[in-house]
């Protein structure tokens, strides 16, 4: 009988202290691969939030196969993959999901993509229902879903000019480092409110070559010195940090990374440094870019300005339309205030709003005939290229099945 209160007690203390040692940890990732089985099948748990499911996209004869084990899901360390991560959250599920389907219709070889999704601990939609509601949408898609703590970077959070840029998901990229499988050495970043209509392969392909970490489209000819403040540029101390350097604008949301890089030059840290004493003295206004803009402006990997078309949301107030910039298109990207799927639920539209129509499988949002003729004139009437030609964006992969 004693010898039974002592186990017991001994498994209390054991759990109370494995709970405490998960709450002192500054940073906790937990990866989701499964959860019992509610009752509820796939079908109607994705009816109830409003999303069809996407076709299954298959490897074209030419592609390397994934090493799996019989009746085992293929894992995150397996060499042959092209790793992309995202952030997952209730507000822009809609645009993750429509992210995802493009990358998959126009992948060579969908099926060695994984996807690393990353999940605010508190969401209203849980990770764990998040998971599911993947699942359900993408049966046969390679992912795994993390839970990024919030109370990991909401101290090191100022204001921003726009209240969704102060979002602590914004600032999961900064943590791909410590949130990946550590076998996990190389990954593309994408926001979720931008299409593909092309081969993530090519993307992933791009070289990082010495001692630069990050790969991204930069603009040379945009104005730097406005993306932080007269405190910061008046200061000489803290503006001589761009005094052996040439830096030029780039967008967070589409960088190809070096994670291993990342690790052993602890960059983490470094952009945390700057965040801390934006916290103390202003020196920025427009939430997570800056922080890395400091840290690796003048130390990246240029990559072709196809990959980013960015800016389509309009601006961080207003949100108006905007064209494309010249060239051919390989990503397009609704950084900024306005997103397609508010604005084609609203009737109100930008003529490039009906290139990402295509990629959204919300159900209550799909149209008629008529509707689909006119996005396909727009379309058309936009004269875009794909690396091809403009009936790339609107056409199937050859992978479909």
């Not at 709970?19 to 906790?28: G, S």
């Not at 030059?265 to 103390?280: A, D």
């Amino acid at each position: 009988m004693v010898l039974s209160r002592f186990d017991s007690r001994f498994r209390l203390i054991k759990n109370v202290g494995f709970l405490l040692l998960l709450l002192c940890l500054p940073l906790i990732c937990l990866g989701i691969r499964s959860f019992p089985n509610s009752g509820v099948s796939e079908s109607e748990f994705n009816s109830f939030f409003g999303f069809s499911e996407a076709p299954d996209y298959r490897n074209g004869v030419d592609c390397s196969s994934a090493t799996t084990t019989a009746g085992q899901a293929v894992t995150s360390c397996d060499p042959s993959l092209v790793h992309v991560a995202m952030t997952i959250d209730s507000e822009y599920l809609r645009g993750s999901v429509a992210a995802v389907h493009s990358v998959l219709r126009h992948a060579s070889c969908p099926e060695q993509v994984f996807f690393h999704f990353i999940a605010a601990e508190f969401d209203s939609t849980s990770p764990r229902v998040l998971t599911r509601l993947v699942r359900s949408i993408f049966p046969s898609l390679n992912f795994k879903v993390y839970i990024f703590r919030e109370d990991t970077v909401i101290n090191l959070i100022s204001s921003s000019i726009r209240t969704a840029l102060e979002n602590p998901l914004n600032y999961a990229r900064n943590y791909l480092g410590d949130i990946l499988d550590p076998c996990v050495n190389r990954v593309i970043y994408l926001d979720s409110d931008l299409v593909l209509v092309d081969d993530i392969q090519k993307l992933w392909n791009t070289p990082i070559p010495g001692s630069k970490v990050i790969g991204a489209p930069e603009y040379c000819q945009a104005n730097f010195t406005k993306y932080f403040t007269d405190t910061f540029w008046s200061d000489p101390v803290l503006s001589r940090v761009f005094g052996s350097r040439s830096p030029c604008y780039f967008n967070t949301g589409v960088m190809v990374m070096d994670l291993e890089k990342w690790r052993k030059g602890n960059y983490r840290k470094k952009i945390e440094n700057w965040m801390e004493l934006q916290r103390k003295r202003r020196i920025y206004e427009l939430g997570s870019l800056p922080p890395f803009l400091l840290v690796f402006g003048g130390n990246v990997e240029p990559i072709d300005h196809r990959w980013n078309q960015h800016g389509l949301g309009g601006d961080n107030v207003k949100g108006s339309c905007r064209p494309l910039h010249p060239g051919p298109v390989s990503l397009l990207h609704w950084s900024g205030k306005g997103k397609p799927w508010v604005r084609l639920d609203e009737n109100k539209p930008c003529p490039l709003d009906y290139l990402w129509e295509p990629y959204d499988l919300y159900k209550p949002h799909q149209r008629g005939k008529l509707k689909v003729q006119t996005q396909q004139h727009h379309l058309l009437g936009l004269g875009l290229s794909s690396g091809g030609s403009s009936t790339n964006l609107i056409e199937s992969s050859s992978y479909f099945i």
